[in-house]
DNA sequence: AAAATCATCAACCGCCAGATG
DNA sequence: CCATCTGGCGGTTGATGATTT
């Protein structure tokens, strides 16, 4: 099989994507939603084929995403959940909040399978390397360039407290790479993608609204970076409380920025709810160093600021740059929805309160 | 300082399964 | 049933920046 027909019909853009493409992709799926993704392109103005587009919104664009370093937990958790599932990632991403199964993918191929062959297991097995594989494999581990060592501990063992599995237990034991045969059980019947499962709706919510925690996410940052974008950082990611189908007239800002073509993207979803309820998150209307922005009515971009002190700052709108919008899908007559946003059709994996509460002390420091 | 090597990760490729006509 | 389309997934690649030689 060759690629995608939706591929190979017309010319269509490949590699990096550019803030330009991104800038028109997230604006199109905060306003409408996923439909069908064959014709997101299309709709949204892009060159681009409908894979391309799902997959640069669930692993770049979401706004769910958290981005920055694994935890230690949830490296504990990667490892435990590789171990009962093997490399299926995306039911291990389904029980990590905000990361998406490439992320964990990636960043098992390029450290945790290192740090277990370190330890002297097999990252496959799961089980002590036998005297043959610890041959085979001593070459790997002394080319390895890991500088510190896996401890004993701490790792993981699960529980699953209620019957939805709504959340884990992490007991800090030494890692024994051994899951309950209950706790085996749960996992392997899980669906492989349930995306809500994971999520606990507040009351009168979950049926006709949608909570949507928005994280303020960078890339192109190294680890050593990346510390700075820890949750609990001041300038780390920052989440929002309930966002109803009802409000979402009151959406949005969002600030693309590039950085060698590995963009960065803000966003910030807004509505009278969050400003009533949330004192933390009432004054975020200027998010960015350097640009200040402000919300807006109907969604889209708005900029000020001249963005000095970030110069990879490229989505400047003057005002609203998304002729493209105008010109194309809105008027079509496509699109049942104008000033609402299907976020029940966001592919959203799993949010956990937990992890995703720590965010709200970005906006302090703001 | 330059070249070589390594690590990271975004994005693509190919396959599969379910939906649809 | 069969063919086609589409979304989803896991494996892999290639670009890039960091580090080492």
């Given at each position: 099989m060759g690629r995608h027909s939706c591929c190979v019909k017309q010319k269509l853009r490949k590699g990096l994507w550019s803030p330009e493409e991104d800038e028109k992709l997230f604006n199109y799926i905060t306003r409408f939603g996923v439909g069908c993704w064959s014709s997101v392109p299309k709709l949204a103005g892009l060159q681009r084929c409908g894979k391309s587009c799902r997959l640069r919104w669930i692993n770049y664009l979401r706004p769910d995403l958290k981005r920055g370093m694994f935890s230690q937990q949830e490296e504990d958790l990667i490892i435990s959940l590789h171990e009962v599932l093997g490399n299926r990632w995306a039911q291990i991403a389904a029980q990590l909040p905000g990361r998406t199964d490439n992320e964990i993918k990636n960043f098992w191929n390029s450290c945790l399978k290192k740090k277990l062959l370190k330890q002297g297991i097999d990252p496959t097995t799961h089980k002590p390397l036998t005297e043959a594989n610890v041959k085979d494999e001593k070459k790997i581990i002394e080319t390895s360039t890991m500088q510190t060592p896996l401890s004993q501990g701490p790792s993981v063992s699960l529980t699953f407290p209620s019957s939805q599995g709504s959340a884990f237990l992490i007991?800090?034991?030494?890692?024994?790479g051994g899951l309950t045969e209950a706790s085996r059980e749960i996992f392997l019947t899980k669906p492989a993608l349930d995306p809500l499962s994971f999520y606990d709706f507040p009351m009168g919510v979950a049926q006709s609204g949608f909570n949507l925690p928005v994280s303020q996410y960078h890339t192109g940052l190294k680890a050593s970076d990346q510390n700075l974008l820890e949750p609990n950082s001041s300038y780390g990611f920052s989440s929002m409380p309930s966002l109803t189908n009802s409000d979402h007239g009151n959406l949005s800002v969002t600030e693309f920025s590039d950085n060698n073509s590995a963009s960065k993207i803000s966003s910030l979803f807004m509505n009278d709810q969050v400003k009533e309820s949330s004192s933390n998150s009432s004054n975020m209307s200027t998010i960015y160093p350097g640009g200040g922005c402000h919300m807006m009515e109907n969604a889209g971009f708005s900029w000020e600021g001249d963005n000095k002190f970030d110069p990879l700052f490229q989505f400047q709108v003057n005002g609203g740059k998304s002729e493209d919008f105008k010109t194309s899908s809105w008027e079509e007559g496509q699109l049942q929805t104008h000033n609402s946003i299907d976020f029940t059709s966001f592919p959203l994996t799993s949010l956990s309160e937990d992890l995703t509460g720590a965010n709200f002390d970005v906006f302090q420091h703001i």
């Open positions: 007991d800090s034991n030494y890692y024994d």
